[in-house]
């Protein structure tokens, strides 16, 4: 159902969406594939509370980061914010468990989330900063090692199937390759920050002009490599002057773990939809190993996400290696309902705005677009 609505009717905060019949039901029907799909693969539901205490949510992430939050006193006069991610409130949940030795832990979750915006929700969706998003996704905790972030990219390619979703591809780095490389062939550790942010907007032009005169090409080297060819690095830094032997340690370590995963992906059967691309950086700090996003046709941000997290549980008193990745809903629906083109494949089974079931090859206009009102 799409609606029109006039001036002079209330608004809404920027960034916020009305979810309209037709829409909220797909969205629903969506949600609960995902969490089923969880559930018999052995990951319990589990929910928090929208507001975290600042403080939890600053656990292993940098003060700047709270600036996308939307924050405000509760009646004691903590600062709390809405929660803009699921995996803090998790990890504070989980680290009663860890400390009993209850590991391990398999939960799953599907909740909206919320970061500050000036960008109106037609638009943030689709960008990556909506204001307010739906999130499924797992938590894995107490399992470390490349086998499990194997599975859990496997997992997250047979929820895309479970979906109906066709032609996705996985995007897999490691959260510690490029900092220990760029401090390995000497870029001053002032000048790091500013590359790894250029990184993460996927600004090449910026990160290169960025780079000191006396280093190495090394987006060249990072374009260059694959996990997928164990010999690919040496061969690319081969003469390289390493100005730090326990930066250029870390880095071969996060390299062979890489490749470790390369091989177990093959095993797998998942090289076909699994690309190594060493750029990718993402700007949650607290991840320590397997980055990854999920892209489908038709929308430029992720679809999914997720990483490795061995260090977070430890802020919160209870150490215990971790990994996990959520849904970006959403996106999902946008790539399953497109606002524009003739045909789409809709989710099988889903019901259509009129509440009759879904088919493949529905028409479009039943979509993304025309089921909620934004502003």
Same mark, same amino acid.
């Given at each position: 159902m799409s609606v029109n609505v006039p001036s002079g009717f209330a608004d809404r905060p920027i960034g916020m969406q009305d979810s309209y019949p037709g829409f909220a039901k797909r969205r629903r029907v969506i949600e609960n594939?995902?969490?089923?799909?969880?559930?018999?693969?052995?990951?319990?539901?589990?929910?928090?509370?929208?507001?975290?205490?600042?403080?939890?949510l600053l656990r292993a992430r940098p003060l700047e980061a709270a600036r996308e939050w939307v924050q405000l006193f509760d009646g004691t006069g903590n600062t709390?914010?809405?929660?803009?991610?699921?995996?803090?409130?998790?990890?504070?949940?989980?680290?009663?468990?860890?400390?009993?030795?209850?590991?391990?832990?398999?939960?799953?979750?599907a909740e909206r989330v919320y970061r500050r915006t000036n960008d109106p929700a037609s638009l943030s969706w689709a960008s990556g900063k909506?204001?307010?998003?739906?999130?499924?996704?797992?938590?894995?905790?107490g399992v470390g090692g490349t086998q499990a972030d194997a599975e859990v990219l496997s997992l997250c390619h047979r929820a895309t199937q479970a979906l109906g979703l066709a032609d996705t591809q996985t995007v897999v780095s490691h959260a510690m390759l490029v900092p220990a490389l760029l401090e390995a062939v000497g870029v001053p550790a002032e000048l790091v920050s500013n590359c790894?942010?250029?990184?993460?907007? *996927?600004?090449?032009? $910026?990160?290169?002009?960025?780079?000191? &005169?006396?280093?190495p090409n090394v987006l060249g080297v990072l374009q260059s490599i694959t996990p997928y060819q164990p010999e690919s690095l040496q061969e690319e830094l081969l003469g390289a002057r390493w100005q730090s032997e326990d930066a250029r340690f870390e880095m071969m370590n996060a390299w062979s773990s890489l490749v470790e995963l390369a091989e177990t992906v093959t095993n797998m059967d998942l090289q076909e939809h699994v690309t190594f691309d060493l750029t990718l950086h993402r700007d949650i700090t607290y991840y320590t190993g397997l980055v990854f996003?999920?892209?489908?046709?038709?929308? *430029?941000?992720?679809? $999914?996400?997720?990483?490795?997290?061995? &260090?977070?549980?430890?802020?919160?008193?209870s150490a215990a290696p971790a990994v996990g990745m959520a849904f970006e809903i959403e996106r999902v629906l946008a790539v399953l309902n497109p606002p524009t083109g003739h045909t789409t494949a809709s989710i099988p089974g889903a019901a259509t705005a009129d509440g009759s079931e879904g088919s493949q090859n529905e028409p479009a206009g039943k979509g993304f677009a025309g089921g909620g009102l934004s502003c």
């Open positions: 594939r995902l969490v089923d799909f969880f559930d018999d693969s052995g990951y319990e539901l589990v929910s928090s509370g929208a507001f975290e205490f600042v403080d939890t709390i914010a809405l929660r803009p991610e699921m995996t803090p409130s998790i990890a504070r949940m989980a680290a009663p468990l860890v400390t009993a030795s209850k590991l391990p832990i398999r939960w799953c979750y909506a204001a307010e998003s739906t999130q499924v996704g797992v938590e894995w905790i790894l942010d250029c990184l993460t907007r *996927g600004d090449y032009v $910026a990160f290169h002009a960025a780079l000191p &005169d006396d280093v996003e999920v892209f489908a046709p038709g929308v *430029g941000a992720p679809i $999914a996400l997720g990483g490795r997290y061995d &260090d977070l549980l430890a802020q919160f008193g």
